[in-house]
């Protein structure tokens, strides 16, 4: 990861532990929890009153996202769903009333004060069908094809390494599995430039995909039934959007000891998921390596 990634990246994670904290000790005060300041096209409000009021005041003040996941992602009894970016665990805990008792909700996190916000949250709603992993979303720390259905709402904008993201999600999603995602999109019109000029990287904005680089990367990962639906404007030439893709019924993700080379490599990259970690083919990043694979090796 380059130096000016990993920055983005602690400048991200510093933005949602303090708002967290801000939820947190907001909670503890004579009038309850106050919502993380945001406008009329991001948070709460996204969600119908009946959901809101079905959750603990935290998880809902704690809601920072651009559209809501789990009313688009059709979650049926029983099925296991991973929440990207999890955050006060909203979406986990609208998530496990949807798939029920015979089914589980993972949330992921990397920032350990969201984290522990959500499993407080968990415990006041009584959810026993979740649980929360610390890590990044561009290594998932579960096994491959281990869940139906992956949402997320509103970070994959976050990721400086989006490719990894999307080999990452094919990765742990069985055959036949989706996905039903809320995040900002871009008109394919915008360049990066553009984009910066209507709001920060930590807003969701600058970091965005175009609806082109959107489709591109999903494919290239080995999506199918790609589809991007705009629902309202964030900003001038901006989005939020629901994206809807597949696994198809008959990916498999090639076996690491099957698809392991002379020279110790697999997926493409050798040191798989380590520091030393570099892509088999000198030309390209192991990003692109790894998504032309179509997976992400854990080591």
Request: glycine residues 10%; contains cysteine.
């Amino acid at each position: 990861m380059s130096e000016q990634s990993t920055d983005l990246r602690e400048t991200v994670r510093r933005r949602y532990a303090a708002a967290a904290v801000q939820v947190t000790e907001g909670g503890t005060a004579c009038c309850g929890p106050q919502p993380v300041e945001v406008d009329e096209n991001f948070g709460s409000a996204l969600y119908d009153a009946d959901e809101r009021d079905a959750l603990p005041a935290e998880a809902v003040a704690a809601s920072l996202g651009c559209g809501n996941p789990t009313a688009v992602a059709e979650l049926r009894e029983g099925e296991s769903v991973l929440d990207l970016g999890s955050g006060g665990g909203i979406d986990v805990l609208l998530s496990a009333r949807r798939v029920g008792p015979t089914g589980r909700a993972y949330g992921l996190d990397m920032t350990e004060e969201m984290l522990a916000l959500a499993l407080a949250n968990a415990e006041k709603a009584g959810a026993t069908n979740v649980e929360f992993l610390k890590g990044t979303i561009e290594a998932i720390p579960l096994p491959a094809n281990t869940v139906d259905v992956v949402i997320s709402n509103c970070v994959i904008n976050l990721s400086t390494d989006k490719p990894s993201v999307f080999a990452e999600t094919f990765r742990v999603l069985k055959p036949g599995g989706r996905i039903g995602v809320s995040d900002v999109v871009a008109d394919d019109t915008l360049d990066a430039g553009q984009r910066a000029e209507r709001g920060d990287y930590v807003g969701c904005i600058a970091g965005a995909l175009s609806f082109a680089e959107y489709r591109r990367g999903l494919a290239a990962a080995g999506f199918t039934d790609i589809e991007i639906t705009p629902t309202h404007s964030v900003a001038d030439g901006m989005h939020s959007a629901i994206i809807r893709a597949a696994k198809p019924t008959t990916s498999t993700v090639p076996d690491t000891a099957a698809t392991s080379s002379a020279d110790g490599s697999c997926c493409g990259v050798t040191a798989c998921c380590t520091p030393a970690e570099r892509a088999a083919d000198p030309s390209i990043t192991v990003s692109t390596a790894k998504s032309a694979a179509g997976c992400a090796c854990q080591s």
